[in-house]
T-cell receptor, first 111, second 117 residues
Framework: GQQVMQIPQYQHVQEGEDFTTYCNSSTTLSNIQWYKQRPGGHPVFLIQ?????EVKKQKRLTFQFGEAKKNSSLHITATQTTDVGTYFC???????????FGGGTRVLVKP | GAGVSQSPRYKVAKRGQDVALRCDPISGHVSLFWYQQALGQGPEFLTYFQNEAQLDKSGLPSDRFFAERPEGSVSTLKIQRTQQEDSAVYLC???????????????FGPGTRLTVL
């Protein structure tokens, strides 16, 4: 079945620095979604990318969908303590809307 | 309601007990999903409803797991004869199910943390 991998598993960042987390799917995706889960919380939808090569920005967060629609990245600039949490990418199965989630990148920010 | 709600938030069960977890989706949302999230892992799909019809139950790990949504709104996930490996957070999500080729945004509830002793 479809597999979604994320690297790195953990990201320790100094406050103010930039970092990027990567998502790779074993199959071509119709779209990719990103979620953020704060410690003790539940996944909260951030964004959906649909088009090949699409780039979307949300303030300090930049999301990109690969040309082959099999990978995606999330780049955060000037990291803040509010960015702490686990970032998941997820892609739909070929049939239906059920999502396959990656293992997540857990972000820890050092003040 | 404002969002997806789940109850109970925490459940401790002795091995062998049956448990029932409830999900109240966002009003008007057609699709409802159940996911299982083990500690330090991403959510894993269990089952999916469109209105009252259970269209996909391929993720249910065993026949001890059963889900229903009889009136197309509230859903219950039941686990019979719980085992220690069932310990996890059970997340419910709902989506509007718009027509078209895009995957709808799924809105997650706070989850039920199940601990089986």
């Amino acid at each position: 079945g479809q597999q979604v991998m994320q690297i790195p598993q953990y990201q320790h960042v100094q406050e103010g620095e930039d970092f990027t987390t990567y998502c790779n799917s074993s199959t071509t995706l119709s779209n990719i979604q990103w979620y953020k889960q704060r410690p003790g919380g539940h996944p909260v939808f951030l964004i959906q990318l649909v088009k090949s090569g699409e780039v979307k920005k949300q303030k300090r967060l930049t999301f990109q969908f690969g040309e082959a629609k099999k990978n995606s990245s999330l780049h955060i600039t000037a990291t803040q303590t509010t960015d702490v949490g686990t970032y998941f990418c997820a892609g739909p199965e070929a049939a239906g809307n059920k999502l396959t989630f990656g293992g997540g990148t857990r972000v820890l920010v050092k003040p | 309601g404002a969002g997806v709600s789940q109850s109970p938030r925490y459940k401790v069960a002795k091995r062998g007990q049956d448990v029932a977890l409830r999900c109240d989706p966002i009003s008007g949302h057609v699709s409802l999903f159940w996911y299982q999230q083990a500690l330090g892992q991403g959510p894993e799909f269990l089952t999916y409803f469109q209105n009252e019809a259970q269209l996909d139950k391929s993720g249910l790990p065993s026949d001890r797991f059963f889900a229903e949504r009889p009136e197309g709104s509230v859903s219950t996930l039941k686990i019979q004869r719980t085992q220690q490996e069932d310990s996890a957070v059970y997340l419910c999500a709902s989506s509007l199910d718009l027509a078209g080729g895009h995957t709808d945004t799924q809105y997650f509830g706070p989850g039920t943390r199940l601990t089986v002793l």
